[in-house]
């Protein structure tokens, strides 16, 4: 009988689809790697990139970094990465935005600490053409109520718990988390911000 392989399975799933990001995916890459936190895998979905992101991902020897070579379909994309994800929890990125370095750490310790919260998500500073500080709902309440007009979590900054996604697909009889129907649902349309401030989370 062979011997039983122990498969490591990371605490957490970072899922980054990326289109045409050469100009700014070395950025993302490196606030990534670097992170105080590194029991995470890097999930890359290429959306059907025609510059030089896939060659420039390659670089990057690193064990943790899956990369998906996907047709140009951002909903798709992104599903089939929430799919292959493997951690206890699930946390977005973009690739032109950027991670304070003990963003994972910060995140991971309060849904540790708060087995409640199914989503966590943080304020965000822009970076590049402006310096803003977005600030962001921290309490429930008010995160709930906000909800029913708008989106109140920044997308990239939300850390999920795999449970939830799981239980939310289920009771809802899905099969994918993001809904084709809204292409534009998925993000908050902030773009280049560079997360990992203080919590805000939605009781699950």
């Known amino acids: 009988m062979q011997d039983l392989i122990n498969i490591s399975i990371p605490k957490i799933s970072i899922v980054m689809p990326v289109y045409n990001g050469a100009s700014c995916i070395e950025d993302a890459l490196c606030s990534i790697l670097g992170q105080s936190f590194n029991d995470f895998e890097l999930v890359i979905m290429d959306d059907g990139s025609t ?24 909903i ?11 951690g206890d929890y699930i946390v977005r990125m973009d690739a032109d935005d950027k991670m304070f370095p003990d963003r994972l750490a910060e995140q991971f310790r309060f849904m540790e600490e708060h087995p409640d919260i199914a989503v966590c998500g943080s304020w965000a500073r822009t970076f590049g053409a402006s ?16 909800l029913l ?17 799981e239980n939310f697909m289920r009771t809802k009889n899905r099969r994918e988390l993001y809904d084709r129907d809204y292409i534009y649902a998925e993000d908050s349309g902030c773009p280049a911000l560079l997360y990992g401030s203080a919590c805000s989370g939605v009781a699950g």
């Open 131 to 146: 310096d803003e500080l977005l600030r962001t709902s921290e309490q429930d309440v008010d995160i709930r109520v906000g």
């Open 149 to 165: 007009y708008h989106n109140v979590l920044i997308h990239p900054s939300v850390i999920i718990r795999r449970q939830a996604v």
């Open 76 to 86: 798709a994309s992104l599903n089939q990465g929430i799919s292959v994800a493997k």
């Open 51 to 74: 510059d030089d992101t896939v060659e420039i991902i390659q670089e990057y020897a690193d064990e943790r970094i899956h990369l998906y070579r996907c047709q140009h379909d951002f």
